[in-house]
Structures are given as C-alpha cells and as structure tokens.
C-alpha cells in the first residue's frame, strides 16, 4: 500500500491504475480506523481491482463546539489497519491540500431534503461540509463505485442524492453496520466513552430494536412509539437528541402506509454524541 498527501500525486496513480483498464473503489474516512471501516475496505476489494482509502478529518463538518482539534489521529496504527484490509492506496490530505484558498472562501454544496432535519438539525452545517469534502475526493479520485457505512443513515442519504443531482458517474454502496457483541455501534467516538458509559451505550441499539418490534407487531401510532423511546433512552441514562420513525429512501416523516422504514436515534452520554439506526421492512397489508 502507498500513502500520498497530494491531490497532484493521488491523480496521477489514478490515471495509471485506469490506464491498467482497474475498477476503482474509494473508502472515504476521517481515520481512527475499526472494523466497520475495515469491512468497508474488504467488501470494496470484492467489488474492485484497485481500492483507495482516504483519511482526512474535515473542519467543514465539525460545529464550533464540537471536537475538531481532540478528534483522534493516529496514522500509522491506520496504515496497518489498511494494509492488512487489502488497501492499495491510501489518500492522507492535510488541510492546506484540501482547502488551498481557505476554509472561509471555500465553495461549498448544500444538499437540501434529506440533509434537514434529524442530525441535519443538531448539527446546522455538518452535511453541507459533508457534501462538499465528499465531492472534491470524489473529484479528484474520479472512483467507480464508493462505499460508506449504514450506520450514517443520514448522511448516505445525503451523498446519494448529491451523486443523483449532479450526475456523477460513480455507484455508491450502503454497507450494514458492524457491531461490538452487546450490539453498540462501531464509531471512532466509542473512545470517548468512560468505562460506566460504555456499559450503557448498546442501550441505544436495544430501543432500537424495541421500537422496530412494535413496528413489526403492528403498531402505527408513530408519535407514541417515539416518544416511549425517547423516554426509555432517558431512563437508561442518555440525554436523547430524537429518535425518529422516517421512510427510508426519501428520509420524509412516515405515513401508516409506508412500508420501508427506518428507526434513527441519537443521544448523548456525557459529552459523546452517538448515532444509531435500523432498517424496518413491514409486510403489506
């Protein structure tokens, strides 16, 4: 695997990996690499010839009190990681490469519809920096298929529609999330979580999993299976964000009638946000 820091450098050993007639995958990531992005890499290498990764901690998705400057960075732990995945390139930008005019002068692209709403409205601006980051690596990568993790519910549906809307040529591939073994999602930001909390955590996923039980068992009174999540995340010990029942291809809020959903939830313990979702497919009528 090869590490390059440079658009000007990333470039050209795409253009030679396309000269070679290679299928292109790209694994964006912002490092402090798990298992769920590893899966990501081996399930890109079952769809490609040639993967790339890339590790860049975007400032234009983080909020001005959010954890930019503690967000972990640990390279070299992530070159292993990625080697051993069957990486063949990994794009490692600084921030100087990324925005060369400046944070502040940067185009930027808002995706509208599916960003608003749900984290969209916790994190004003997160997903426009998303979109932004995600359509210059797009840009310079020119991949054929890219892949991202399911567990960002959200923010896949954001980068969908922004490859729908402006027409570029590359399939992107939704992968289920990977879980610890008491069901907690994997996240960089587990590692934020103190011994206490962490026990807590898989509690999300278990209000989760109630809710889509309900679901599955007939309940449509949406208002009320949300708001008895939203009490259990309370009583578990979180300070919950929202919980949401949507429809799962649009993100809109779900009508009785829908019936591919998905349950989202996020919450806080201490000061650790995390972020979970499952896919509810309900049988007609």
């Known amino acids: 695997m090869i590490t390059l820091k440079t658009v000007r450098e990333l470039r050209a050993a795409i253009a030679r ?11 964006p990531t912002m490092g402090n690499l798990h298992a769920g992005h590893i899966a990501l890499v081996e399930k890109a290498r079952q769809r490609a010839d040639f993967v790339v990764a890339s590790i860049f901690v975007n400032p234009l ?3 001005p009190a959010e954890d930019l400057d503690k967000y ?4 070299a732990a992530d070159q292993e990681k990625l080697l051993e995945g069957g990486c063949n390139l990994l794009f490692a930008p600084s921030v100087e490469e990324m925005y060369p005019g400046g944070i502040q002068g940067q185009t930027r692209i808002a995706v509208s519809g599916v960003s608003e709403g749900l984290c969209g409205a916790t994190r004003p601006g997160h997903f426009e920096g998303v979109a932004t980051v995600v359509a210059k ?7 054929d298929i890219a892949l991202f993790g399911e567990k960002d519910f959200q923010q896949l549906a954001v980068i969908r529609t922004l490859v729908r809307d402006l027409n570029m040529p590359i399939q992107i591939f939704g992968e289920p999330t990977v879980r610890a073994a008491d069901g907690l999602a994997l996240s960089s930001r587990n590692g934020y979580l103190n011994d206490e909390q962490r026990s807590v955590a898989p509690a999300l996923y278990r209000i989760l999993c109630d809710t889509s039980a309900a679901l599955q068992a007939g309940e449509r009174d949406f208002a ?4 008895r999540g939203l009490e259990a995340l309370q009583q578990a010990g979180f300070r919950p964000d929202y919980l949401e029942i949507r429809e799962a291809a649009s993100l809109r809020t779900a009508s009785p009638e829908d019936r591919r959903l998905v349950v989202l939830g996020a919450a806080y313990l201490g000061n650790t946000r995390l972020i979970d979702n499952l896919s509810v497919e309900l049988a007609g009528d």
């Not at 990996?17 to 694994?27: P, S």
């Not at 690596?137 to 991949?143: G, H, R």
């Open 72 to 75: 972990p960075r640990t390279l």
């Open 224 to 227: 009320r299976l949300c708001a």
């Open 137 to 143: 690596l797009f840009n310079i990568a020119q991949p």
């Open 17 to 27: 990996t396309r000269g070679e007639g290679k299928r292109i995958a790209l694994v």
């Open 61 to 63: 998705q983080f909020g």
